[in-house]
């Protein structure tokens, strides 16, 4: 039978929803990204996200090779442990991870922002910024017209919703699909990396992901990020050659103003917070943390006290409740837009990617005839669906996420947190308990469920 190359309209230049459109266009597919935010530099991208094996496998499928190479030339140092700590900064445990010589299989620290501008390279003709979709109609020839608020419109074969946690896809597509709160609050803070802040930070938490365990339900999660680039923008001293010539030439550098930075992330049960929290910003909302760390160690009270304020933001977690099964059509969903999950494995951006790559093989079997599009569509979410909110059911019940975790109850919060730090103690100690920590680090991550 003849086939027509289909037309793919993506809703959300997110994470997901572009590295689906590099992939199509990489493949010959027509594609076309509508984003509601003005400008490549809007919108919350500023901090850091952990990409995977799972992650680092989609870019590099769907990207071309040289923008792959980018991808690598501007993720932070990659940490070498994984720590956990108490609020006293005594260290339960601290596990070595692999070393980021694989272009693959390790664990890699990305700011938003940074990726978000590699994700955006080359793509300024597929890009359309400042359209906010409103609705979508179908029609009986099999395509899908796409509306926005300034009037205008787009005819696809297939509208993928990559619209994030409050997708306006999803809510006409699955308006029975249920967002809910988590029952937890974040407030997420950015660090200026200067002497004085370094200083302040025991060796393996400077070149580690730490996790804080503190009492009274109050958690915490720190990484430091170094880039090859200055606070000015220039290449560092002693940057390898071969980066620094991708660097040089890289036109996305001059939209990033991500510099090294220290990330600390407080949250708690929302019941720990202010009723008004979330309407606060700036250095009210570094007071509210610093509040709730009153017991912690001054250096770590120090270092919330340097944050900027312009940083401080706070984040309502939210998750998704699974969706009973739909019949499959033109339009799909990836990402938040499907599976809003909690940060408690910090793989919400893997898992996007993941679908992103799913989606990519699956159309491309459907532009060469092996199935319809609407097969395709079919065959990505019944994968893509189990393994999606697997992970949403995971991440709920992991590092005190859900506002029902024992530790937040005044009387089994204590023996929670006795519990979770021994489990830590135990495994760092004992060699293959240690090394099966670290495999699962990265297994999980991967692509086997």
Known sequence: ????????????????????????????????????????????????????????????????????????????????????????????????????????????????????????????????????????????????????????????????????????VRRQYLPHAVIRDAGTINIATRIPLTDRTRALLPDTVQRGISLI???????????????????????????????????????????????????????STARRFPPDVMRRRGAELIRVALELTANWHPRLRELLSLADPGSALPIRVSTSEPVPPWKSSTVTLLGDAIHTMTPGRGVGANTALRDANLLRRQVILATVGEKTLVQAVADYEAAMVPYGFARVADSLNRSGTNGDDRMYQPVFGRLALLGARGYFRVTSRVPRLRRKFVDDFYTYRGEQD
């Open 213 to 267: 365990f503190g009492t009274g339900g109050v958690m915490g999660v720190l990484h430091v990020m170094e880039f090859k680039w200055d606070r000015d923008g220039r290449l560092k001293p002693g940057v390898a050659a071969d980066d620094a010539a991708l660097l040089a030439d890289w036109p996305g550098l001059r939209h990033d103003t991500t510099r090294d930075n220290i990330n600390l992330v407080v949250w």
């Open 1 to 168: 039978m003849a086939i027509r190359p289909p037309h793919v309209l993506v809703i959300g230049a997110g994470t997901g929803g572009l590295c689906l459109a590099h992939g199509l266009r990489r493949a010959g597919i027509s594609v076309a990204v509508y984003e509601r935010h003005r400008t490549r530099a809007d919108g919350l991208l500023g901090y850091r996200v952990g990409i995977g094996p799972t992650g680092s496998r989609a870019l590099r499928d769907c990207l071309p090779p040289e923008l792959f190479d980018i991808y690598l030339a501007t993720c932070a140092r990659s940490p070498r442990y994984f720590n956990v700590l108490s609020q006293r900064m005594r260290h339960t445990a601290s596990f070595p991870l692999r070393p980021d010589t694989h272009p693959v299989d390790t664990e890699r620290s990305v700011a938003r922002m940074t990726l978000r501008q590699v994700l955006l390279t080359g793509m300024e003709d597929v890009v359309q910024f400042d359209r906010t979709f409103t609705r979508y109609e179908q029609h009986d020839d099999g395509t899908v017209t796409a509306h926005f608020a300034d009037g205008g419109t787009a005819t696809g074969d297939l509208l993928v919703a990559a619209d994030g946690t409050h997708s306006a």
